[in-house]
Protein backbone atom coordinates (compact mmCIF):
# COMPACT_ATOMS: atom_id res chain seq x y z
CA UNK A 1 0.00 0.00 0.00
CA UNK A 2 3.11 2.28 0.13
CA UNK A 3 3.34 2.76 -3.39
CA UNK A 4 -0.15 3.98 -3.52
CA UNK A 5 0.73 6.39 -1.04
CA UNK A 6 3.93 7.81 -2.79
CA UNK A 7 1.62 7.69 -6.12
CA UNK A 8 -0.92 10.04 -4.35
CA UNK A 9 2.11 12.41 -3.28
CA UNK A 10 3.31 12.56 -7.03
CA UNK A 11 -0.03 13.92 -8.28
CA UNK A 12 -1.09 15.82 -5.94
CA UNK A 13 2.50 17.85 -6.00
CA UNK A 14 2.69 17.80 -9.46
CA UNK A 15 -0.84 19.23 -9.45
CA UNK A 16 0.26 22.23 -7.22
CA UNK A 17 2.64 22.79 -10.01
CA UNK A 18 0.53 23.47 -12.14
CA UNK A 19 -1.24 25.79 -9.97
CA UNK A 20 -0.42 29.51 -10.31
CA UNK A 21 -0.88 32.90 -9.01
CA UNK A 22 -1.14 34.71 -12.67
CA UNK A 23 -0.94 32.81 -15.91
CA UNK A 24 0.05 35.09 -18.72
CA UNK A 25 -0.99 34.27 -22.49
CA UNK A 26 1.46 35.87 -24.84
CA UNK A 27 5.02 35.90 -25.18
CA UNK A 28 4.84 39.60 -26.80
CA UNK A 29 6.00 42.75 -25.26
CA UNK A 30 2.99 43.12 -23.10
CA UNK A 31 3.04 39.79 -21.60
CA UNK A 32 6.56 40.26 -20.91
CA UNK A 33 6.01 43.61 -19.22
CA UNK A 34 3.10 42.14 -17.40
CA UNK A 35 5.25 39.18 -16.17
CA UNK A 36 7.68 41.36 -14.78
CA UNK A 37 5.25 43.08 -12.72
CA UNK A 38 3.76 40.44 -11.57
CA UNK A 39 6.76 37.91 -10.48
CA UNK A 40 8.50 41.16 -8.54
CA UNK A 41 5.91 41.18 -7.03
CA UNK A 42 6.36 37.49 -5.73
CA UNK A 43 3.38 36.26 -7.48
CA UNK A 44 4.06 32.95 -9.16
CA UNK A 45 3.61 33.24 -12.78
CA UNK A 46 4.27 31.60 -16.14
CA UNK A 47 4.27 33.08 -20.02
CA UNK A 48 2.29 30.36 -22.49
CA UNK A 49 3.57 31.63 -25.86
CA UNK A 50 5.56 31.16 -28.78
CA UNK A 51 6.97 33.93 -30.93
CA UNK A 52 5.86 37.34 -31.51
CA UNK A 53 5.12 39.08 -34.30
CA UNK A 54 7.99 41.79 -33.15
CA UNK A 55 10.90 39.32 -34.14
CA UNK A 56 9.88 39.44 -37.97
CA UNK A 57 11.44 42.95 -37.51
CA UNK A 58 14.94 43.46 -38.75
CA UNK A 59 14.98 46.90 -36.88
CA UNK A 60 13.31 48.44 -34.08
CA UNK A 61 14.03 52.47 -33.90
CA UNK A 62 11.21 53.77 -32.27
CA UNK A 63 11.16 52.62 -28.81
CA UNK A 64 12.44 55.36 -26.38
CA UNK A 65 15.55 54.51 -24.03
CA UNK A 66 16.51 51.46 -26.07
CA UNK A 67 19.43 50.92 -28.69
CA UNK A 68 18.27 49.73 -32.49
CA UNK A 69 17.69 46.36 -32.20
CA UNK A 70 16.46 43.35 -33.85
CA UNK A 71 12.61 42.11 -33.01
CA UNK A 72 13.92 38.97 -31.82
CA UNK A 73 16.84 40.39 -29.26
CA UNK A 74 14.22 42.40 -27.75
CA UNK A 75 12.15 39.92 -27.15
CA UNK A 76 15.23 37.64 -25.97
CA UNK A 77 16.37 39.98 -23.45
CA UNK A 78 12.68 40.51 -22.35
CA UNK A 79 12.44 36.59 -21.43
CA UNK A 80 16.02 37.00 -19.76
CA UNK A 81 14.22 39.54 -17.57
CA UNK A 82 11.77 37.53 -16.39
CA UNK A 83 13.66 34.36 -15.97
CA UNK A 84 16.05 36.47 -14.09
CA UNK A 85 12.75 37.07 -11.50
CA UNK A 86 11.34 33.99 -11.68
CA UNK A 87 8.78 33.70 -14.60
CA UNK A 88 8.47 30.35 -15.80
CA UNK A 89 7.89 30.22 -19.41
CA UNK A 90 6.37 27.47 -21.62
CA UNK A 91 6.55 27.14 -25.59
CA UNK A 92 2.83 25.88 -25.87
CA UNK A 93 -0.08 27.23 -27.44
CA UNK A 94 -3.30 28.00 -25.02
CA UNK A 95 -6.58 26.11 -26.93
CA UNK A 96 -8.94 27.17 -24.08
CA UNK A 97 -10.11 28.85 -20.89
CA UNK A 98 -12.26 27.94 -18.49
CA UNK A 99 -13.20 29.66 -15.28
CA UNK A 100 -14.65 27.77 -12.20
CA UNK A 101 -13.61 29.12 -8.99
CA UNK A 102 -9.97 29.05 -10.50
CA UNK A 103 -8.86 29.66 -14.03
CA UNK A 104 -7.65 26.53 -16.26
CA UNK A 105 -5.71 27.22 -19.45
CA UNK A 106 -5.80 24.69 -21.60
CA UNK A 107 -3.04 24.56 -23.64
CA UNK A 108 -1.60 21.83 -26.79
CA UNK A 109 0.39 20.02 -23.99
CA UNK A 110 -1.09 20.49 -20.36
CA UNK A 111 -3.44 22.25 -17.96
CA UNK A 112 -2.65 25.02 -16.11
CA UNK A 113 -4.52 26.66 -13.32
CA UNK A 114 -4.37 30.29 -12.18
CA UNK A 115 -6.28 32.79 -9.90
CA UNK A 116 -5.59 35.14 -12.60
CA UNK A 117 -5.32 35.74 -16.15
CA UNK A 118 -3.58 38.30 -18.63
CA UNK A 119 -4.66 37.72 -22.35
CA UNK A 120 -1.69 39.45 -24.31
CA UNK A 121 -1.97 36.91 -27.82
CA UNK A 122 -1.61 40.02 -30.02
CA UNK A 123 -3.62 41.07 -32.78
CA UNK A 124 -6.60 38.07 -33.50
CA UNK A 125 -5.68 36.26 -36.88
CA UNK A 126 -7.62 37.55 -40.31
CA UNK A 127 -11.00 35.24 -41.11
CA UNK A 128 -10.88 32.38 -43.35
CA UNK A 129 -11.23 33.66 -46.87
CA UNK A 130 -14.16 30.87 -48.21
CA UNK A 131 -17.51 32.45 -50.02
CA UNK A 132 -20.31 33.28 -47.63
CA UNK A 133 -18.25 32.84 -44.15
CA UNK A 134 -19.87 36.14 -43.56
CA UNK A 135 -23.31 36.13 -44.78
CA UNK A 136 -23.79 32.70 -42.71
CA UNK A 137 -22.48 33.39 -39.10
CA UNK A 138 -25.10 33.15 -36.92
CA UNK A 139 -26.84 31.32 -39.81
CA UNK A 140 -24.71 27.83 -38.27
CA UNK A 141 -21.86 29.22 -38.90
CA UNK A 142 -20.03 29.53 -35.45
CA UNK A 143 -16.95 30.06 -33.48
CA UNK A 144 -17.36 28.42 -30.22
CA UNK A 145 -18.47 24.88 -29.57
CA UNK A 146 -19.31 25.62 -25.78
CA UNK A 147 -21.92 28.53 -26.41
CA UNK A 148 -23.53 27.53 -29.32
CA UNK A 149 -23.19 23.03 -29.54
CA UNK A 150 -26.36 23.07 -27.66
CA UNK A 151 -28.13 23.58 -30.76
CA UNK A 152 -26.96 21.02 -32.54
CA UNK A 153 -27.81 18.38 -30.21
CA UNK A 154 -28.14 14.87 -32.81
CA UNK A 155 -27.39 16.96 -36.15
CA UNK A 156 -24.47 16.52 -38.57
CA UNK A 157 -21.48 19.21 -37.54
CA UNK A 158 -18.06 20.47 -38.99
CA UNK A 159 -15.49 21.58 -37.03
CA UNK A 160 -13.13 23.75 -39.46
CA UNK A 161 -9.83 23.39 -38.35
CA UNK A 162 -5.81 21.26 -37.91
CA UNK A 163 -4.58 22.00 -34.80
CA UNK A 164 -4.62 21.30 -31.20
CA UNK A 165 -7.29 23.93 -30.94
CA UNK A 166 -10.17 22.25 -33.34
CA UNK A 167 -9.68 19.18 -32.05
CA UNK A 168 -10.40 20.74 -28.78
CA UNK A 169 -13.85 22.08 -30.16
CA UNK A 170 -14.43 18.87 -31.72
CA UNK A 171 -14.46 17.46 -28.49
CA UNK A 172 -16.70 19.82 -26.89
CA UNK A 173 -18.61 19.45 -29.49
CA UNK A 174 -19.10 15.71 -28.56
CA UNK A 175 -21.24 16.77 -25.61
CA UNK A 176 -23.71 17.45 -28.08
CA UNK A 177 -23.50 14.89 -30.78
CA UNK A 178 -21.14 12.10 -32.14
CA UNK A 179 -21.77 13.34 -35.92
CA UNK A 180 -18.65 15.48 -36.47
CA UNK A 181 -16.10 15.58 -39.22
CA UNK A 182 -12.74 17.69 -39.45
CA UNK A 183 -12.35 19.34 -42.21
CA UNK A 184 -8.78 20.52 -42.86
CA UNK A 185 -9.23 22.63 -45.76
CA UNK A 186 -6.12 21.68 -47.56
CA UNK A 187 -3.85 21.83 -44.17
CA UNK A 188 -2.10 19.02 -43.30
CA UNK A 189 -2.98 18.28 -39.09
CA UNK A 190 -0.51 19.79 -37.13
CA UNK A 191 -1.91 18.08 -33.63
CA UNK A 192 -0.16 16.79 -30.56
CA UNK A 193 0.16 12.22 -30.31
CA UNK A 194 -2.68 12.17 -27.72
CA UNK A 195 -4.84 13.88 -30.10
CA UNK A 196 -3.53 12.23 -33.04
CA UNK A 197 -4.54 8.85 -31.34
CA UNK A 198 -7.97 9.91 -29.77
CA UNK A 199 -9.08 11.11 -33.71
CA UNK A 200 -8.22 7.13 -34.44
CA UNK A 201 -9.97 5.83 -31.47
CA UNK A 202 -13.08 7.74 -32.07
CA UNK A 203 -13.11 7.33 -35.79
CA UNK A 204 -13.49 10.77 -36.65
CA UNK A 205 -14.14 11.17 -40.77
CA UNK A 206 -11.50 13.63 -41.96
CA UNK A 207 -11.60 15.63 -45.01
CA UNK A 208 -8.92 17.59 -46.20
CA UNK A 209 -10.45 18.97 -49.33
CA UNK A 210 -9.66 22.87 -50.01
CA UNK A 211 -13.23 24.35 -48.92
CA UNK A 212 -14.65 26.55 -51.67
CA UNK A 213 -17.98 28.02 -50.08
CA UNK A 214 -20.74 27.26 -46.68
CA UNK A 215 -24.28 27.41 -49.25
CA UNK A 216 -27.15 28.35 -47.92
CA UNK A 217 -29.64 31.06 -47.37
CA UNK A 218 -31.64 30.87 -44.27
CA UNK A 219 -29.13 28.42 -42.65
CA UNK A 220 -25.98 26.32 -43.94
CA UNK A 221 -26.79 23.34 -46.12
CA UNK A 222 -23.60 22.33 -47.36
CA UNK A 223 -20.09 22.92 -47.20
CA UNK A 224 -18.83 22.99 -51.63
CA UNK A 225 -15.12 21.91 -52.40
CA UNK A 226 -12.72 23.13 -54.78
CA UNK A 227 -13.12 19.76 -57.40
CA UNK A 228 -17.30 20.73 -56.80
CA UNK A 229 -17.86 17.89 -54.51
CA UNK A 230 -20.50 18.97 -51.61
CA UNK A 231 -21.21 17.81 -48.22
CA UNK A 232 -24.16 18.65 -46.09
CA UNK A 233 -24.18 19.61 -42.90
CA UNK A 234 -26.56 21.50 -39.84
CA UNK A 235 -23.76 23.37 -38.58
CA UNK A 236 -20.11 24.57 -38.59
CA UNK A 237 -17.98 25.13 -36.29
CA UNK A 238 -14.22 27.21 -37.10
CA UNK A 239 -11.66 26.93 -34.78
CA UNK A 240 -8.84 27.77 -37.70
CA UNK A 241 -4.96 28.12 -36.75
CA UNK A 242 -4.53 29.48 -33.25
CA UNK A 243 -6.98 30.68 -30.98
CA UNK A 244 -6.74 34.07 -30.40
CA UNK A 245 -7.98 36.52 -28.33
CA UNK A 246 -11.77 36.95 -29.48
CA UNK A 247 -12.16 33.25 -29.47
CA UNK A 248 -11.42 33.19 -26.05
CA UNK A 249 -13.36 36.05 -25.26
CA UNK A 250 -16.21 34.09 -26.96
CA UNK A 251 -15.83 30.80 -24.66
CA UNK A 252 -15.65 33.24 -21.21
CA UNK A 253 -18.23 36.13 -22.19
CA UNK A 254 -15.49 39.11 -22.45
CA UNK A 255 -17.21 41.68 -24.12
CA UNK A 256 -15.03 42.69 -27.93
CA UNK A 257 -15.80 45.21 -30.51
CA UNK A 258 -14.54 45.61 -33.56
CA UNK A 259 -12.15 42.48 -32.69
CA UNK A 260 -10.93 43.81 -29.87
CA UNK A 261 -11.15 42.94 -25.66
CA UNK A 262 -12.71 45.71 -24.09
CA UNK A 263 -10.75 46.50 -21.04
CA UNK A 264 -11.04 49.50 -18.95
CA UNK A 265 -8.50 52.07 -17.41
CA UNK A 266 -6.67 49.37 -15.51
CA UNK A 267 -6.90 46.83 -18.49
CA UNK A 268 -9.47 45.17 -16.33
CA UNK A 269 -12.13 42.76 -18.79
CA UNK A 270 -15.72 42.33 -17.65
CA UNK A 271 -14.54 38.82 -15.92
CA UNK A 272 -13.07 39.37 -12.73
CA UNK A 273 -9.45 38.44 -12.37
CA UNK A 274 -9.06 38.42 -16.19
CA UNK A 275 -6.67 41.24 -17.85
CA UNK A 276 -6.15 42.00 -21.28
CA UNK A 277 -2.81 43.86 -23.10
CA UNK A 278 -1.40 45.33 -25.91
CA UNK A 279 -2.69 44.57 -29.80
CA UNK A 280 -5.16 42.23 -28.79
CA UNK A 281 -7.07 45.51 -26.90
CA UNK A 282 -7.27 47.48 -30.31
CA UNK A 283 -6.20 50.97 -30.78
CA UNK A 284 -2.46 52.31 -31.49
CA UNK A 285 -0.71 49.14 -32.20
CA UNK A 286 2.84 49.61 -31.04
CA UNK A 287 5.79 48.23 -28.56
CA UNK A 288 5.25 51.19 -26.08
CA UNK A 289 1.65 51.02 -25.58
CA UNK A 290 1.85 47.23 -25.56
CA UNK A 291 4.72 47.34 -22.33
CA UNK A 292 2.38 50.11 -20.82
CA UNK A 293 -0.68 48.04 -20.99
CA UNK A 294 1.15 44.99 -19.99
CA UNK A 295 2.34 46.77 -16.56
CA UNK A 296 -0.85 48.36 -16.15
CA UNK A 297 -2.49 44.42 -16.84
CA UNK A 298 0.39 43.17 -14.55
CA UNK A 299 -0.13 45.67 -11.65
CA UNK A 300 -4.11 45.07 -11.69
CA UNK A 301 -3.50 40.97 -11.21
CA UNK A 302 -1.10 41.90 -8.49
CA UNK A 303 -4.03 43.94 -6.61
CA UNK A 304 -6.56 41.80 -7.10
CA UNK A 305 -4.57 38.59 -6.06
CA UNK A 306 -3.37 40.89 -2.97
CA UNK A 307 -7.46 41.49 -2.52
CA UNK A 308 -8.08 37.88 -3.02
CA UNK A 309 -5.21 36.83 0.02
CA UNK A 310 -6.97 39.30 2.47
CA UNK A 311 -10.21 37.87 1.66
CA UNK A 312 -9.50 34.07 3.17
C1 LIG B 1 6.86 43.24 -39.21
C2 LIG B 1 6.45 44.12 -38.04
C3 LIG B 1 7.25 45.15 -37.66
C4 LIG B 1 6.89 45.97 -36.57
N1 LIG B 1 7.71 46.99 -36.22
C5 LIG B 1 7.42 47.74 -35.15
C6 LIG B 1 8.32 48.77 -34.71
O1 LIG B 1 9.37 49.00 -35.30
N2 LIG B 1 7.98 49.48 -33.61
C7 LIG B 1 6.83 49.25 -32.92
O2 LIG B 1 6.59 49.92 -31.91
N3 LIG B 1 5.95 48.30 -33.31
C8 LIG B 1 6.20 47.55 -34.40
N4 LIG B 1 5.33 46.56 -34.80
C9 LIG B 1 4.09 46.34 -34.01
C10 LIG B 1 4.43 45.51 -32.75
O3 LIG B 1 5.09 44.34 -33.18
C11 LIG B 1 3.21 45.14 -31.95
O4 LIG B 1 2.45 46.29 -31.66
C12 LIG B 1 3.60 44.44 -30.64
O5 LIG B 1 4.40 43.31 -30.90
C13 LIG B 1 2.36 44.04 -29.86
O6 LIG B 1 2.74 43.31 -28.73
P1 LIG B 1 1.76 42.26 -28.03
O7 LIG B 1 2.51 41.73 -26.87
O8 LIG B 1 0.43 42.85 -27.83
O9 LIG B 1 1.52 41.09 -29.12
P2 LIG B 1 2.53 40.22 -29.96
O10 LIG B 1 3.87 40.82 -30.02
O11 LIG B 1 1.81 39.94 -31.24
O12 LIG B 1 2.66 38.87 -29.11
C14 LIG B 1 1.59 37.98 -29.00
C15 LIG B 1 2.07 36.75 -28.29
O13 LIG B 1 0.96 35.89 -28.06
C16 LIG B 1 1.27 34.56 -28.44
N5 LIG B 1 0.00 33.87 -28.75
C17 LIG B 1 -0.97 34.17 -29.64
N6 LIG B 1 -1.99 33.31 -29.57
C18 LIG B 1 -1.65 32.42 -28.60
C19 LIG B 1 -2.28 31.26 -28.04
N7 LIG B 1 -3.46 30.83 -28.47
N8 LIG B 1 -1.64 30.61 -27.05
C20 LIG B 1 -0.44 31.02 -26.59
N9 LIG B 1 0.20 32.11 -27.07
C21 LIG B 1 -0.40 32.79 -28.06
C22 LIG B 1 2.22 34.72 -29.61
O14 LIG B 1 2.96 33.52 -29.82
C23 LIG B 1 3.06 35.87 -29.08
O15 LIG B 1 4.02 35.37 -28.20
C24 LIG B 1 5.67 45.74 -35.90
C25 LIG B 1 4.85 44.69 -36.29
C26 LIG B 1 5.22 43.89 -37.35
C27 LIG B 1 4.32 42.75 -37.77
Same mark, same amino acid.
Given at each position: ?24 ? $? /? !? ?13 ? *? @???? #? %? ?87 ? $? /? !? ?13 ? *? @???? #? %? ?88 ? /? ?15 ? @????? %? ?39
Amino acid at each position: MIWIYYINIYYMSKGDLLMYDVIII $G /K !GPAGLQAALYTARAK *L @KTLV #I %GKDSVIEKSTRIDNYCCAPSQTGEELIAIGVQQGKAVGVEFKKEIAVSIRKNSTFEVITDNNTYKSKAVIIATGQPSKKIPIKNINYLE $G /K !GIHYCSTCDGFFYEG *L @KVGI #I %GYTDYAIQELKEMQNYTNNITLYTNNQELDINTINQKFLKEQNIPIITKKIYSFEGEQMIKKISFDDQSEENVDGVFIAYGTASSVDFAR /KLGIMIQDNAIQVDDNQ @KTNID %GLYAAGDCTGGFKQISTAVGQGALAGKSAIEYIKKLKEEI
